[in-house]
């Protein structure tokens, strides 16, 4: 499309670059991340949009979304899913920048050292890189991959939440 491209760069210069984007394992990471959550969406979505979908229903559907995605908030999940993602960019000729390819220890909470914030109005999005960092995202660990798989999964938990106005459950 030709909103895709840049004005001040040239058409193959962007593909290009868009190209190399998708051949990050840290992207590739995120995507498989998205592909575990989205199916779980899926069938409460489809009620929703149901001609016989009634609240009581939907809240039940959501609450059981909302307990599904959190359960993926744990170190096995992490770990199952790095490793899947290892293997699926070995096959595709993705390099895998980790060694041994093995992810590090996490806690199951997330939660490692302190991390730089985003800029306030970027809250609601997933950054990829952002140039003022002090170390770039090839040179991220896998605990960091792990902090942002329980940072997106914590945004459609409290998106959920807040949309059909549930208390936080914990």
């Known amino acids: 499309p030709k909103y895709f491209c840049s004005p001040k760069k040239p058409r193959g210069e962007t593909v290009f670059s868009v190209l190399m984007q998708l051949q990050q394992f840290n992207f590739v990471f995120i995507l498989h991340v998205l592909d575990a959550i989205l199916p779980i969406l899926s069938g409460t979505s489809k009620y929703m949009q149901g001609k016989s979908a009634d609240v009581a229903n939907i809240l ?3 609450n059981s979304v909302i307990a599904a995605i959190q359960s993926m908030k744990s170190s096995k999940s992490f770990s199952e899913l790095f490793q899947a993602v290892s293997n699926f960019c070995q ?8 060694e041994n390819n093995v992810p ?7 939660k490692t050292s302190r991390r730089r914030r985003p800029p306030g109005n970027l809250q609601d999005f997933v950054l990829l890189s952002n140039i003022g960092n002090r170390e770039s995202n090839m040179e991220a660990g896998p605990e960091d991959l792990c902090r942002e798989m329980f940072e997106i999964l914590d945004k459609f938990t409290s998106e959920l939440q807040r949309r059909f106005w549930l208390t936080a459950q914990n």
């Open 91 to 98: 096959s595709e000729g993705i390099t895998v920048p980790y």
């Open 60 to 62: 039940t559907l959501v």
């Open 104 to 110: 590090l220890p996490v806690s199951d909470s997330g």
